[in-house]
């Protein structure tokens, strides 16, 4: 098969997996892959060359990292506080979970790309997992100290979920 076959196969294929309004911004996306795996790979390798690689990452921060990036993550798409950083690239669709609201991506382009990246915990978490493993390789007791604010404020979050699910039940104390 010719170069110009592989092209245009590669070519339809993108062009026929949705309708154009509701096609991905493709190039946007594996710019943004490419930044992410650049900065990771680029941490790792600064790691290695200062002997700073560990054998293993522990349990303990494994579960410290997780819990605090899933908490940033959500904070960053989902907190009303934080639709400052969303607003230039989504929009606004209406209330969501506790002191969250919903949003969906606006444009095209780069613009739509930014926006999906920020309303979606899941693909945010990636990226706070990889800067939170980056820190406790270059500043593990500031990286720790910053991963346990944010896991604490998960334990707070759900237990104001709790206290008010007790509350509704009639078994509030206050």
């Not at 190039?27 to 002997?51: C, D, E, Q, V």
């Not at 720790?144 to 896991?151: D, E, F, I, N, Y």
Request: hydrophobic share 45%; charged share 25%.
């Amino acid at each position: 098969m010719s170069v110009d076959a592989l092209t245009r196969e590669a070519k339809d294929a993108f062009e026929t997996y949705a309708e154009p309004h509701e096609r991905p911004p493709f190039r946007t996306y594996a710019a943004m892959a490419s930044i992410f795996n650049a900065a990771f790979g680029g941490a790792l390798l600064a790691a290695k060359r200062r002997g700073r690689l560990p054998d293993r990452i522990g349990v303990q921060d494994v579960l410290l990292i997780g819990t605090a990036s899933h908490k940033l993550s959500r904070l960053v798409a989902k907190d009303k506080i934080t639709t400052f950083v969303r607003a230039p690239f989504t929009e606004y669709q209406g209330r969501g979970g506790p002191a969250e609201v919903e949003e969906r991506a606006r444009g095209e382009g780069a613009r739509r790309a930014v926006g999906e990246l920020l309303i979606c915990p899941y693909c945010l978490g990636l990226w706070f997992s990889g800067a939170f493993h980056a820190g406790l390789l270059f500043a593990p007791r500031a990286t720790r100290v910053t991963a346990s604010t944010l896991t604490a404020l998960t334990v707070s979050d759900f237990l104001q979920i709790a206290y008010k699910a007790a509350e509704e039940r009639g078994l509030g104390g206050s």
